[in-house]
């Protein structure tokens, strides 16, 4: 049984800080690509940054310089450091897998993601 389970959202201030874990269960982690994805009501889902089996990160554009993407094999986890938040990063935040010899590993497209945790809200007020 694949889960993926987020957590660690919340309501922040903006220029605030919120840490959000994604515990991976039910396959072999440590060789599947990830990454987070958000959507915001009446938003599409947006690609926030992705990191492969060698470390590799991605970041969208709007969120670079203050988002970091992180994985901990040992303990199937992954997650998203993020700092300055602003309200436009309000959003329902997912992560997703797609194995790692997929040739779209990487990709901040959301169609090229496998499997998907329920999402961790996020809030950020001004």
């Known amino acids: 049984q694949v889960q993926l389970v987020e957590s660690g959202g919340g309501s922040v201030q903006s220029g605030g800080s919120l840490r959000l874990s994604c515990a991976a269960s039910g396959f072999s982690y440590s060789s599947y690509c990830m990454g987070w994805f958000r959507q915001a009501p009446g938003k599409e889902r947006e690609g926030v940054a992705s990191?492969?089996?060698?470390?590799?990160?991605k970041y969208a554009d709007s969120v670079k310089g203050r988002f970091t993407i992180s994985r901990d094999n040992a303990k199937n986890t992954l997650y998203l450091q993020m700092n300055s938040l602003k309200p436009e990063d309000t959003a329902m935040y997912y992560c997703?897998?797609?194995?790692?010899?997929?040739?779209?590993?990487?990709?901040?497209?959301?169609?090229?993601?496998?499997?998907w945790g329920q999402g961790t809200q996020v809030t950020v007020s001004s």
């Open positions: 997703a897998a797609q194995y790692g010899g997929s040739r779209v590993c990487g990709s901040l497209y959301s169609p090229h993601m496998r499997y």
């Open positions: 990191i492969v089996t060698d470390g590799v990160t």
